[in-house]
């Protein structure tokens, strides 16, 4: 083989292989290790909320020990309900949709951040193992009072 081709070579099999490298770590981790993005786990009519459960009665419901369901349906400008209580401790699994615009939902001190959009259902999952208040935002501007557009989760000792 020509010396040329040895470079030309040098250069191709790493240009082949990280990609290569990079579908298998992205593979690896979207099915394996089940990390993505999350949202849209479902859609819902953003007209019939008020009739289609879950989001018929947001609010907080315990569906084992320790574990928690939070329905939230979020709109201009505030989140309903306003606030969730839970024990120290609880696993709770939130579950939001929008009345009408794109909104946020960032859960402080907590790996929750959603996109809240009109139409589909977002989900996370998070632990408390410290009490005290989380402060909840709205973290996509959605008008006017989109400042003024926050709740909580309160951990009760
Ligand atoms: Cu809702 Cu910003």
Redesign the pocket.
């Known amino acids: 083989m020509k010396r040329e081709q040895l470079y030309e070579l040098a250069w191709v099999l790493p240009s082949i292989a990280i990609p290569v490298g990079m579908l298998v770590a992205l593979l690896v981790t979207a099915f394996g290790m089940g990390i993505h993005v999350p949202t849209h786990v479902g859609t819902v009519d953003p007209q019939h909320l008020a009739t289609t459960p879950p989001f018929d009665k947001p609010g907080v419901v315990e569906t084992a020990p320790g574990t928690y369901h939070a329905t939230l349906v ?1 709109q201009v ?1 505030f989140f309903e309900p306003k606030e969730i209580r839970v024990p120290v401790g609880s696993e709770v699994t939130f579950e939001a949709t929008s009345r009408d615009v794109i ?2 939902l960032r859960i402080q001190g907590t790996n929750v951040n959603l996109m809240i959009v009109p139409g589909q259902v977002s989900r996370a999952t998070a632990r408390f193992d410290r009490p005290g208040e989380y402060l909840v935002v ?1 973290h ?3 008008g006017l009072g ?1 400042h003024t ?1 926050a709740g909580k989760v309160i951990v009760e000792p």
């Open positions: 979020a400008w909104h946020g709205c996509e501007y959605c989109h557009m």
